[in-house]
């Protein structure tokens, strides 16, 4: 049967305007909008969204109900596996997940998924807060290392589930990458991460920030001192990489992170605030993914010419397609099938250049991606004030530095089971810390199998 | 929030602070450092801990007003408020924490102090004098107001060498020379620690290199979360980019390149002229 209803499109800010304002770019649909784009679902026997939804969102259910205008009801649906759709809603990669698996794309456009879910928590939330009873705690004590997307969804689970849980945060805020590196305009921080936080905090959870684990009290500590039964260790991959490429402590070149924590965590682009940051008239940021996306758009909005550099084609571009079409529709320019070489500094000691070589596409390599070849004499330089590297993170060594019996692997990161049980009892770990830089999505799964399994474990303890 | 129970100007500039801060305390050892975020507005400061009380779980830190955030910590805030955000300890503890006793026991240490990294000498020098080290400790400043701490570290030394560029106290000259004079009169030293401005490091590494003295510097880098995540405290040493953050903040005074962390370290300069307005 064909669906006669095209896609519903999605209002957005201009892109000439929110080029050089850090507000949201994406509207979101209204009500109307969204019961018509729901009205489009088949409703399939075997729907294969939630199967390629990493924390399994009842999709077609909560989309009923939305097709109802029961908006209420679809909340309550989408709440039984996710506890931060405002967040998924905007940051997900859904056209490798669950749009990407929906029948109608196989024709034509799949379901809005990810629109519709952004819908019904931002009309959650605009109901007011309403008083949430919160699951009767006294349960056994379970700490949480990170406030990032896997520590939150563990919290939420477990607090559910009655555990009396605690979140430890070494930044003076929570929410880890959606606050330090997911911009404003993707993501904003009061409207949108402080509510889901205050979400998870009704639930009974509790958040202690500046408490570096590892440092300021150990994992050990934790259980022989302070009672904790189990941890869940989700400290994300939070150090930067850079290329090795003469140059590179230049003045003027900066990981991805230090830029996005100053304008994000540190808010840098606010006149109010204090933290200083640097982007100067033009800006080259190397990478492909999200962050380099993040990155080249926030530059842009501090008021520089901005390069993308990335030494793949669009088709590899690892970033979410909406980010990379937004990225064009406001100006950035890509520079495709390049690779920097070295950073070139003027007499003082800052940027002037970065000088690349232009790549073609050679034999598919382990990953089955095309792996870029140098193209012999094709080197050529791009005058650059800031070069920002955005090449990817690893995981934080601290945790497994400090607690002896934590395994980890030849990459970093923690050596964990399928449900996150780490090589020493009682330890649980999942997301970045456990498999490298991936999604808040896949994190947010990882947190919750992991739930499960210490809940498993705590039963029979 | 961190409350601040303690306030007192040493000198014209530089204030120190004596504040709650109970886990950090029970934590701390010498040669680590905090991060303090004043207020809502504020940056992240990295502050070396200059003393720590595991009882009355208080640690304590001086700032000398730099920039923006330094100069509302110092001039906003009083003995009974509090700072939102206090976060550490921070870095590896120095060397000697780690060292074993055998080895601990052999060596005759010679500190090199300068302007506000002459606090964090103090408890370095306290936590060897208490281990039973032998300890010498050369404080310079530019004249005699600005000459810090010289009453605490009176109970904690061997000897203690005062030095003022003008010659107003003490000794007449700049640490390093101090120094020479010192091994110059017969003084041996197995190891000597610099905490100050980058250049008198720089300097006091020179001179250790020409005496032959092992010596170790505390990099007091650019830095925003201190946990390894921005990179903003990169360094080279020996060739090799360290992070001062996670991997110091001590490091070989021979192998750090200086020249380019005087030069990162002035990177945000123009951005911080306007800060200083906001």
Redesign the interface.
């Known amino acids: 049967m064909a669906n006669r209803i095209p896609r519903v499109p999605v209002r957005e800010q201009d892109p000439k305007v929110r080029a050089h304002n850090f507000d949201e770019v994406c509207y979101g649909y209204n009500k109307e909008e969204a019961m018509l784009e729901a009205s489009r679902c088949l409703h399939c026997k075997n729907p294969r969204c939630v199967t390629a939804c990493p924390v399994g969102v009842k999709i077609p259910d909560f989309i009923e109900l939305v097709a109802a205008g029961d908006i209420a009801g679809a909340a309550a649906k989408i709440a039984e596996d996710s506890s931060l759709p405002a967040v998924c809603g905007r940051v997900c990669p859904q056209e490798t997940q669950c749009e990407g698996s929906c029948v109608l794309g196989v024709k034509g456009e799949p379901v809005s998924i990810g629109k519709l879910e952004r819908f019904v928590a931002d009309w959650t939330f605009a109901q007011g807060d309403k008083a949430v009873e919160a699951p009767k705690a006294g349960g056994k004590k379970v700490a949480i290392i990170g406030s990032g997307p896997a520590g939150l969804a563990c919290a939420s689970d477990l607090a559910k589930a009655g555990y009396d849980v605690t979140i430890f945060e ?3 805020k929570a929410g880890g990458v959606l606050e ?1 590196g997911i911009p404003e305009f993707r993501l904003p921080k009061e409207k949108v991460l402080k509510r889901e936080l205050d979400a998870v905090r009704a639930l009974g959870v509790k958040i202690e ?4 684990i590892g ?3 150990t994992i050990d500590s934790l259980m022989d001192d302070e009672g904790f039964e189990a941890v869940f260790v989700g400290t994300g991959a ?3 990489k ?1 290329m090795g490429i003469p140059g ?2 230049l ?2 070149v ?2 991805a ?2 830029f996005l ?2 304008n994000n965590l ?2 840098a682009f606010r ?8 982007a100067g008239s033009k800006v080259c940021v190397v990478g492909g993914g999200n962050v380099a996306m993040d990155a080249a758009r926030t530059a842009l909005r501090l008021g520089a010419d901005t390069t993308i550099v990335y030494r793949r084609t669009e088709v590899e571009l690892p970033a979410r397609k909406e980010e990379v079409h937004h990225a064009k529709e406001e100006g950035i320019d890509f520079q495709m099938l390049t690779n920097p070489v070295e950073i070139l500094g003027d007499e ?2 800052w940027v002037r250049a970065l000088k690349c070589v232009r790549m073609e596409l050679g034999e598919p390599d382990e990953s089955g991606r095309r792996s870029p070849v140098v193209i012999p004499g094709s080197e050529f330089e791009i005058p650059t004030e800031t070069v920002i590297m955005a090449l990817g993170t690893s995981p ?1 060594p ?1 945790i497994a530095r400090t607690t002896p019996g934590l395994e980890t692997t030849r990459r970093g990161g923690l050596v964990a089971d399928e449900a996150g049980a780490t090589t020493r009892p009682g330890v649980f770990a999942g997301g970045d810390a456990v498999t490298g830089a991936a999604t808040v999505i896949l994190a947010m799964g990882a947190g919750r199998r992991a739930a499960a399994a210490i809940d498993a474990y705590l039963r029979k303890k | 929030m961190f409350k601040i129970l303690e306030k007192k100007m040493l000198n014209p500039t530089i204030c120190k602070m004596v504040v709650e801060a109970p ?2 305390a ?2 701390a050892l010498p040669g680590q450092f905090l991060i303090v ?1 004043a207020d ?5 400061i990295p502050l070396t801990i200059s003393d720590y009380d595991r009882e009355a779980g208080t640690v304590t830190i001086v700032i000398q007003p730099i ?3 330094t100069r ?1 910590m110092v001039e906003n805030f009083e003995a009974g408020d509090s700072f ?7 870095g590896n503890p120095s060397e000697f924490v780690r060292m074993p006793v055998e080895e601990l026991k052999a060596q005759r240490v010679v500190f090199i102090a300068g302007g506000l990294g002459t606090a964090p000498v103090y408890p370095q020098a306290k936590w060897l004098h208490e281990h039973g080290v032998s300890v010498d400790v050369i404080i310079g400043a530019r004249t005699k107001d600005l000459l810090i701490y010289e009453e605490e570290f009176k109970s904690v030394t061997d000897g203690l060498y005062m030095c003022t560029d003008d010659g107003s106290y003490g000794f007449k000259g700049v640490g390093t020379a101090r120094l020479e004079a010192l091994v110059a009169e017969g003084k041996k030293y197995t190891q000597c620690v610099a905490i100050g401005p980058m250049i008198m490091m720089k300097f006091s590494a020179l001179t250790c290199m020409k005496l032959g003295i092992p010596i170790w510097v505390s990099m007091n880098t650019l830095m ?2 201190g ?6 405290c ?3 040493v020996g060739g090799v ?1 360290k992070f001062a953050c ?1 991997d110091g903040p001590e490091f070989d005074g021979y192998l750090v390149d200086f020249d ?1 962390a005087m ?2 370290s ?3 300069k ?3 002229g ?2 200083n307005g ?1």
Do not use: W
């Open positions: 070494a930044l003076h330090y920030t500046d408490v570096i440092r300021t009290v939070g150090l930067p850079f590179e402590n003045n003027g900066f990981s992170n230090e924590t100053r540190m808010k006149e109010d605030y204090r933290t200083p940051i640097h003082r000691g934080n601290l | 886990r950090i029970k934590a975020r809502e507005p504020g940056e992240r920039g923006a955030s509302a939102a955000d206090v976060a550490g300890p921070l925003v979360d946990t390894g995540m921005c990179g903003a990169r360094l080279s980019t996670v380019e030069r990162r002035a990177q945000y123009a951005e911080e306007l800060a906001k």
